[in-house]
């Protein structure tokens, strides 16, 4: 899959940054003179490198919902969005509805355990809801549904975090 930067270069030639090119910034900026950081990423250049988001409020909690590729390429993205909506020091608990996801490479689970330890840390949680299809037997089989607090659905992981404690 290619994705990342797209423009034109000099003599009107159009510049495709893949993936395997996006290995460090110094390997991008040596090439065709550009430079190019994942967690810079607009909305259309987010679905170009295989996920969207939507973020929401739903009373105390935050969810983020993610649709198609968790992987390398959106990764930088997803931690840009989670620190842009979790305030350093604060104590909140995000949900992830995953129903969205089609897959997560070892680079999206890596996120989300980071991304659980920060919030953590804080005295927050992260939890899922929502694991389908590949997604979900991938969690089985490593184990993360016993990292994670995992509910069937959106809405079964609203009802049991607004309960009071």
């Known amino acids: 899959m290619v994705f990342g930067y797209s423009g034109v270069k000099d003599g009107g030639q159009t510049l495709i940054v893949s993936s395997a090119e996006i ?98 840390a804080q005295g927050g949680r992260l939890v899922i809801a929502g694991l389908s299809g590949m997604v979900a037997r991938l969690f089985e089989l490593s184990y993360l549904t016993h990292v994670f607090t995992v509910y069937a659905s959106v809405s079964d992981a609203l009802r049991e975090l607004s309960r009071p404690a």
């Open 23 to 120: 290995k460090s910034k110094e390997t991008v900026a040596k090439r065709e003179g550009i430079f190019y950081d994942p967690k810079e990423l607009k909305p259309r250049e987010l679905r170009e490198a295989g996920m969207e988001t939507t973020v929401r409020e739903e009373g105390q909690v935050l969810v983020l919902r993610l649709e198609g590729k968790l992987d390398a390429a959106s990764a930088p993205s997803f931690v840009a969005l989670f620190e842009e909506h979790v305030a350093p020091g604060a104590a909140r608990i995000v949900l992830v509805d995953a129903s969205g996801l089609d897959y997560v490479s070892s680079a999206g689970v890596r996120v989300l355990l980071h991304a659980a330890k920060k919030l953590e």
